[in-house]
């Protein structure tokens, strides 16, 4: 079984930056890629970044490129999401996942997800 705990979300100014980790623990981390995601008030879940088991490739949605950067400590079982020049659309529960396959090509889809954090408010104020 594989917990994932996301933490550092919070209340943030427009322009402002925030970092989001996701410690995990059960199954081994380094061998799974792992993808951050993100659900807006009234929207669906969205993909925002994701990092291969390495970190050799990394990946994101085109709304967070140049502002967001993924990236991972094996050392520490931990994910991070560094988010700068954080914008009111940005304003959504962040979640973190662990990909299902073992040293697998970065994916952007929730299907190829298997476990998930319980999230963390992000909010950014105009």
């Known amino acids: 079984q594989v917990q994932l705990v996301e933490s550092g979300g919070g209340l943030v100014q427009a322009g402002g930056s925030l970092r989001l980790s996701c410690a995990a623990s059960g199954r081994t981390f380094s061998r799974n890629a792992m993808g951050w995601f993100r659900r807006a008030p009234g929207k669906e879940r969205e993909f925002v970044a994701a990092?291969?088991?390495?970190?050799?490739?990394?990946y994101y949605t085109d709304s967070v490129k140049g502002r967001f950067t993924i990236s991972r400590d094996n050392a520490k079982n931990t994910v991070y999401l560094q988010m700068n020049s954080l914008k009111p659309e940005d304003t959504a529960v962040y979640y973190c996942?662990?990909?299902?396959?073992?040293?697998?090509?970065?994916?952007?889809?929730?299907?190829?997800?298997?476990?998930w954090g319980q999230g963390t408010q992000v909010t950014v104020s105009s």
């Open positions: 996942a662990q990909d299902r396959q073992l040293y697998g090509v970065v994916h952007t889809t929730e299907a190829f997800y298997d476990y």
């Open positions: 990092i291969s088991w390495s970190s050799g490739s990394t």
